[in-house]
């Protein structure tokens, strides 16, 4: 049984930093690519981020220099380190896992399983 878990999610002011940490199980996770989207409210969820099995990451244009995608192969966690956040970063982030790369951070098509979700806010 695969199971994504996300935690760190929260409330901070506009150009603050706040961390999420993903705790993966259930599977071989050094071998899968790794990511992060978000669903804003009213919105479709979007990427964010990802990571492949060798930790290249990838970024989609709105947090490229403000985001960092980052996992740790021995406590089996991917982490997305966000900087100079703004309010419209505010969404909820989903953890996602995939059995295939290479990762898109655009793309959702690489997804075999996602995480329940935590929310962010930004104000």
């Known amino acids: 049984h695969v199971q994504l878990v996300e935690s760190g999610g929260g409330s901070v002011q506009a150009g603050g930093p706040l961390r999420l940490s993903c705790v993966a199980s259930g599977y071989t996770y050094r071998r899968h690519c790794m990511g992060w989207f978000r669903q804003a409210p009213g919105k479709e969820r979007e990427g964010v981020a990802a990571?492949?099995?060798?930790?290249?990451?990838r970024y989609t244009g709105s947090v490229k220099g403000r985001f960092t995608i980052s996992k740790d192969n021995v406590k089996n966690t991917v982490y997305l380190q966000m900087d100079n956040l703004k309010p419209e970063d505010t969404a909820i982030y989903y953890c996602a896992a995939g059995r295939f790369g290479p990762p898109s951070a655009y793309s959702e098509n690489w997804v075999d399983y996602w995480g329940q979700g935590t929310q962010v806010t930004v104000s």
């Open positions: 990571i492949d099995s060798v930790g290249t990451s």
